[in-house]
């Protein structure tokens, strides 16, 4: 028999294991920056919460919350200036980035038959950095090692998502299957990318220097309590925001003209 004293020792042992719990694997926060190679100051500037098979990722440059909810199949774009969001079916966006790679793999640009089925020279520098090269197109990465394979894939699907969804709303957009491949490249290797620089050079303009775009990611295993909030109050507004086709809400003068 346990006497009342060990009774009462196991009581606190199991409400401590229940107020301790640590954080759940698939919760982590990101906060990530995007330079272009003649900025100083960051083009983009965004933080992106991982909760419960959700991602919100809220960007303070232009300010929009994007949430990709793709359990239940869709990704809500939320503008809280105009108050309003819109939602995109992820069979829909597929659907898309399909057909965009069948245009580009006729196009003649080099760079666009390229991303319609690219392959990449894949190597490891000297400094642990990733490369993915081509003769249009090179990536370098200073990748850190995911706390789990579940984060791993976590941030993995959303990349994937986030280029597909960045190729079809915004205008002049490449592409997404080039960044696909180096995301599956980095969940293969269990890595997550702190830094990532992207050079783009033109076929057509040999003596101009390549396009060079440049991201840090910062990645903390936890959520404060302000992200907590921050996600209350996106799941409100994709609750009470007007409805609006994406039309609509990409191009506000339509809205206008209601």
């Known amino acids: 028999m346990i006497s009342n ?3 009462t020792t196991f009581v606190l042992l199991v409400l401590s294991a229940l107020v301790s719990t640590p954080a759940r694997s698939d919760e982590f926060r990101v906060e990530s920056k995007v330079y272009s190679s003649e900025k100083t ?5 965004s933080l992106t919460l991982f909760r419960a098979g959700r991602v919100y990722d809220l960007l303070s440059l232009p300010p929009e919350i994007t949430i990709f909810d793709v359990a239940n199949s869709r990704i809500v774009m939320i503008d809280s200036a ?17 057909q965009l790679r069948i245009r580009a793999s006729r196009q003649v ?18 400094d642990g950095r990733l490369s993915f090269v081509s003769h249009n197109l090179s990536y370098r990465i200073r990748g850190t ?15 994937d998502w986030s280029a597909r969804l960045s190729a079809r709303v915004l205008q002049g957009a490449q592409p997404p299957f080039p960044r ?22 033109d076929s057509n303009r040999p003596k101009a220097l390549p396009v060079v775009l440049h991201s840090e990611h910062k990645f903390e295993a ?17 609750k009470d925001f007007e409805m609006t086709p994406l039309d609509q809400y990409l ?8």
């Open 41 to 45: 100051r960051p083009i983009s500037q």
């Open 82 to 98: 105009r108050q309003i969001r819109t939602e995109m079916e992820t069979g829909e966006l597929i659907t898309f980035v399909e």
């Open 180 to 201: 696909l491949a180096v995301n599956a490249a980095l969940e293969r290797r269990g890595l997550l990318p702190e830094e990532v620089e992207r050079s783009t050079s």
């Open 145 to 159: 090692r995911a706390t789990s394979p579940v984060v791993a894939q976590a941030y993995r699907e959303f990349a």
């Open 109 to 126: 640009d080099p760079l666009l038959k390229f991303a319609a089925e690219p392959k990449f020279a894949e190597t490891v520098d000297d």
């Open 5 to 7: 004293m060990g009774k």
């Open 222 to 238: 936890q959520l404060y309590p302000a992200d907590l909030k921050r996600i209350e109050e996106a799941d409100k507004f994709a």
């Open 251 to 258: 191009h506000p003068s339509l809205q206008a003209k209601r």
